[in-house]
């Protein structure tokens, strides 16, 4: 779009009606401790490549709630499934489910996109 | 015929519930397991919201308690526990027989063992320490790191085992963080050269004066505040430790320096209350602290009749609530002895 | 000729199932691996061959592994199999002997009685008779034993038996019929005839005393030949497959076959050896702690038998290896349960596996730059130069005590050494690995190999068992690789750590990936006794309970493993030892967080046993590596 010299400035809002939630949707389903997030940041701060990319898990999280899916979709993959985010996690979060769960939710949406 | 009633704990709650009942013309038999009465008080410096000096609060405890109503019976615990009827009769563990009409248990609290939380490294690193063993520095008046010197940026790490699956305990402990400010303001008070930071999940002011204790804390004490759960903290080669942590209002890992960190433990069960639940078949809850026989209205009575409860062994509360909660308990006991007359 | 339309099913059934199992062992030939066909065919001419026969005998005939672990249920297992076997050895020398003719078809020497109603009232004839009842009667006994079993598991020791479907269930009654058909059958014409033996021959009389014998031997005949013939005919679409499928597993293990990381016949010969005995039930953890009834290995056969989706199933295990120390088919369950992880995942191309991700030590040294897809953000670093490394694991940082311990001893026994993930390093592979990412995993692998060749180090020591596993299996790394616990050990033996001994008493938890995983199960041990008094406990070596903290399983909840991790712990402290001691960072903070006991690592016992505590060497260098590194 940009090359044809416009863009649609789509602003900072969060616009919860318009955006795709049904990432969030698949994994609440199949885990639900998706839900108990307090987004206190342990997993991240643990995070091996959360300390050397933009990479957080717990961002990660509040986003694909929210159906902001595009920053997420190339970010998930850098994770390591190392375990340490669910150690730390106070709530008992299952936070490698839930990166796999979000790659093969994203892999079924690519699919059933075009 | 005057009606003789056993208190389990010498803390907050079973000194005031000791004290009211001896008022009202009850004989009392006070146990505690330590050789002083007076609980965690005797370990604490001053108290928030008002920082007045815990010695003050002691010194009223004792002076409703120290009355020949009441026989002390300090080092001593429980090992039997008997209900017969309408009567109860306790073995203390120097094989002394107690009798009794009615029983107040005030096993109070213990505070979360920090070194459950390994990746805080408390016991572990010279410089990592217990929100009380700040306070035993406080009262000794010397706040030094392990070698001597004085701590020059102090971290305070709030809910270390409260609101945590792992530890086991998914309740909030509700005083950790106005302790943690409290804390944050003495540690400026006696060191104003240092820098302090806390540590938060969420700030849980909800007691009165503690928000704006927290605003003190802000504006006068210049104490910061850094929203995220620290997950682990290392020893570098001089001493220092380095902590990680999500700064996740910034969006971003935090990793810093400190000479002090100090881990605002939780509160838990009592030991001791986990044995007399065993001795009496008392009932706890999923959170392993003695239930009431109403949430609402009945928070000082138990599953069995004539025992009633006492403070933090039901939940942790504040100093204020404890003592309410004591005098509500001397309520139900007078009922319960006027009923079964 | 003797011949009777009844005899039909069963040679229906008989000569399907002969033609079946050929054609199907023809195909499962086919489908194999050059390599594999090559350890076959030489195992044919082989000693193999005869140690097949020997396990054949053993195990398929007299469930010895069964009746190791299991007596009733063993028994059961070997009447019904041993005694059919007999059955059918002495049926067919009974028929060839005293039958019109030698080398009869098959169904004259299983329906002797029928046309040699007259047969075996005196002498040898009677003798042979007796023999027959006899093993009748085992047979008997086990399906006695089996019908019990349905209905009430506990009667053969199982505290859960396998959900059967519904073909399953339409042989499982054929097969229940055979026996009970043929005992009346034979008892009615010995009745009528007056011949048979104590079993038969008794049955009959009496039958006889007050029924119709004559006519009813028939309709008995008849059911008892097309229950064989059902039986038969259903046998490839049931779990009875494995009758004649474990034949051939054998044989294909003894010739040197094993799981791999890809689907193939012999995985496939697995997964239908499987007799659904239930053993993987009973040692689930998940089941017996967690009430996770529906994932355990036999369910996954199954599940897999019936083209199901299993993903779900696959995922949902702790990967503790228990019940591959106890199936006894010797069935390699968790290679299974991987390869179906791994086809899981999208694009996962198994023909490649190896050539692709694999890479040699030569391709390495000529430092090609990685082309890492996922992690290409990895910091290309230049590590220090040092004879041993010591590898910490992501999971050690959270249990800096084990981290503070290895220094110390690392210290102490003056050893060149690096600590490599000092500032937190790069994981090891094994989670993605476990997760069936193979693809992403050989990417880390490939990562840490290149630092841990740049250190020259002739010797690699870990204290998480799940690096030490990968560090093993999949780096191709020409450095020794030791888990602390054989590093430690090695050090005491040398000479070069003197330790006190502390008096204590020890249990030892053997982690998962440490010891079924790795085989390592003596050198803690004997470091434990080296400094404490090691205790026994029920669940020792093989035996050895999971923690519940498996990185393995992604999909159980956190209330379920602490389920697992409380019972654990009570088991093993059943005894109040003073340290309940393991030799992995994740057992050790399961364990901490299920338990009141003390709780700790053997480098920990260890630390705390040195005799000349080492002095602090300087390992934070001042230009720390990873603040170079941080590239965002």
């Keep these: 779009m940009e090359k044809f010299g416009f863009s ?107 | 015929m005057s009606k003789h009633v056993i208190v389990i704990g010498g803390g907050v709650a079973g000194l005031e519930a000791a004290g009211q009942l001896s008022k009202a013309g009850i004989e009392v038999s006070l146990i505690e397991k330590d050789s002083l009465t007076g609980g965690h008080l005797n370990n604490w410096y001053k108290l928030f919201p008002d920082r007045r000096h815990s010695s003050e609060v002691k010194a009223y405890l004792d002076g409703i308690s120290l009355n020949d109503r009441i026989r002390l019976l300090t080092g001593t615990t429980v090992e039997k526990f008997h209900r017969n009827k309408s009567h109860f009769s306790i073995i203390t563990d120097k094989g002394k027989e107690l009798s009794a009409d009615a029983v107040v248990v005030a096993t109070g609290f213990d505070l979360f063992k920090s070194e459950k939380k390994e990746e805080y490294g408390y016991g572990i690193y010279d410089n990592v320490i217990s929100s009380s063993d700040l306070e035993v520095m406080f009262r000794s008046g010397k706040i030094v790191l392990q070698n001597g010197t004085v701590p020059k940026t102090i971290g305070i790490v709030h809910c270390v085992g409260s609101r945590d699956e792992k530890a086991g305990n998914l309740y909030c402990s509700k005083l950790c963080c106005v302790t943690a400010v409290k804390q944050a303001i003495e540690l400026r008070e006696h060191l104003p050269a240092s820098k302090v930071f806390c540590f938060y999940m969420d700030m849980r002011m909800g007691g009165a004066f503690y928000e704006e204790l927290y605003r003190e804390a802000q504006e006068e004490w210049a104490v910061n505040f850094i929203r995220g759960k620290v997950s682990e903290a290392s020893e570098t080669i001089d001493n220092k430790l380095v902590i990680k942590v999500e700064d996740t209002l910034a969006g971003r890992p935090l990793k810093m320096e400190l000479d002090l960190l100090v881990l605002m433990a939780g509160m838990e069960m009592s030991e001791g209350g986990k044995k007399i639940a065993t001795l009496s078949g008392l009932t706890t809850g999923q959170n392993r602290f003695f239930s009431a026989a109403d949430p609402h209205y009945g928070s000082n009575r138990s599953n069995i009749n004539g025992v009633f409860y006492a403070g933090t062994c039901t939940a942790p509360m504040n100093i204020t609530e404890t003592i309410s909660h004591a005098r509500a308990a001397v309520s139900d006991v007078m009922d319960y002895l006027k009923e079964s007359n | 000729m003797q011949f009777d339309p009844f005899v039909i099913p069963f040679n229906i059934g008989l000569y399907f199932i002969l033609i079946y199992v050929v054609v199907r062992s023809i195909i499962w030939f086919r489908d194999l691996s050059r390599p594999d066909k090559l350890r076959l065919q030489r195992g044919f001419f082989g000693i193999a061959f005869v140690q097949s026969l020997k396990e054949i005998f053993l195990e398929s005939l007299i469930h010895r592994k069964i009746l190791k672990t299991n007596l009733r249920l063993g028994y059961m297992h070997m009447s019904l199999a041993f005694g059919w076997f007999l059955l059918i050895l002495f049926g067919t020398i009974e028929a060839d002997i005293f039958g019109a003719k030698h080398l009869n078809a098959p169904y004259k020497a299983i329906f002797f009685r029928f046309f040699n109603p007259e047969h075996g009232r005196i002498g040898f004839e009677a003798a042979y008779g007796f023999l027959m009842d006899l093993i009748l009667a085992f047979v008997l006994s086990g399906l006695f034993l089996a019908v019990s079993k349905r209905l009430w598991s506990g009667v053969v020791g199982m505290k859960k038996t396998t959900r059967l479907k519904t073909t399953d269930k339409i042989a499982l009654t054929s097969l229940w019929l055979i026996f009970p058909s043929r005992l009346l059958a034979e008892s009615f014409t010995c009745g009528a005839y007056n ?178 897809v996922n992690y290409d953000f990895l910091p290309g670093t230049n590590p220090e130069k040092a004879d041993v490394l010591f590898f910490a694991g992501c999971m050690t940082h959270l249990t800096p005590a084990i981290k503070n311990s290895m220094v110390k001893i690392l210290d102490a026994s003056g050893v060149n050494y690096s600590f490599i993930d000092e500032q937190g390093g790069v994981c090891c592979g094994r989670p993605l690995m476990l997760a069936g990412q193979d693809k992403e995993a050989r990417e880390l692998i490939n990562y840490n190999s290149q630092m841990i060749w740049k250190s020259g180090a002739h010797t690699l020591v870990t204290s998480c068992p799940i690096c030490y596993k990968v560090f093993k299996e999949s780096y191709y790394l020409d450095v020794e690789v030791l888990h602390h616990t054989e590093f430690i050990k090695k050090l005491v033996d040398e000479g070069t750590l003197k330790l006190n001994f502390l008096r204590k008493r020890v249990v030892y938890h053997a982690p998962c990936e440490l010891g079924r995983g790795s085989g390592v199960y003596d050198a803690p041990k004997e470091l434990l006794k080296h400094v404490s008094r090691l205790e026994k406990n029920k669940f020792e070596d093989e035996n050895s309970l999971c923690c519940g903290g498996s990185l393995a399983n992604m999909k159980i909840s956190s209330q379920k493993r602490n389920k697992i991790a409380q019972d654990a712990a009570a088991e093993l402290t059943k005894d109040y030892p003073d340290i309940l001691a393991t030799a992995c960072p994740l057992c050790k903070k399961t364990f901490s967080s299920a338990t009141d006991a003390h709780v700790a690592d053997i480098s920990e016992i260890v630390a705390e046993a040195l005799i000349e505590p080492g002095i602090k060497k300087n390992i934070i260098k001042q230009n720390s590596t990873i603040k170079e590194l941080v590239k965002i």
């Design chain 1, 8 to 114: 649609i400035s789509k602003g900072r809002q969060i616009d919860y009606e318009a955006n795709d939630r049904r990432v969030a949707d698949f994994i609440y389903e199949r885990e639900p401790s998706f839900r108990l997030c307090i987004e206190c940041g342990g997993c991240s701060a643990t995070c091996t490549t959360g300390n050397l990319t933009k990479f957080s898990l717990r961002e990660i999280h509040i986003l694909i709630k929210r159906g902001e899916n595009d920053k997420v979709r190339e970010d998930i993959k850098k994770c390591m499934l190392c375990g340490k985010c669910t150690l730390v996690c106070p709530r008992g979060v299952n936070t490698r489910n839930i990166v796999m769960l979000a790659k093969q939710a994203f892999i079924k949406s690519d699919e059933y996109a075009v």
């Design chain 3, 195 to 372: 011949s048979g033996s104590f079993l038969t021959g008794s049955l009959g009389s009496w039958l006889a005393s007050f029924l119709p014998a004559q006519q009813l031997a028939y309709p008995f005949w008849c059911l008892y030949s097309l229950s064989l013939g059902t039986f038969f005919v259903l046998l490839p679409v049931t779990r009875y497959m494995h009758i004649p499928t474990e034949l051939f597993l054998i044989f294909m293990r003894n010739s040197g076959i094993r799981t791999g990381d890809k689907t193939g016949s012999f995985s496939e010969v697995e997964t239908y050896s499987c007799s659904s005995c239930g053993i993987c039930i009973d040692a689930c953890q998940l089941n017996f702690s967690a009430g996770i009834t529906n994932i355990q290995s036999a369910y996954l056969m199954k599940a897999i038998r019936n083209n199901d989706d299993v993903s779900e199933i696959a995922h949902n295990c702790l990967l503790c290896g228990r019940c591959d120390q106890k199936c006894p088919v010797g069935i390699e369950l968790s290679p299974i349960r991987m390869i179906q992880r791994r086809l899981d995942e999208p694009g996962n191309d198994f023909k490649n596996i190896y050539k692709g991700y694999f890479r040699t030590r030569q391709t390495t040294l000529q430092e090609k730059p990685i082309t890492s």
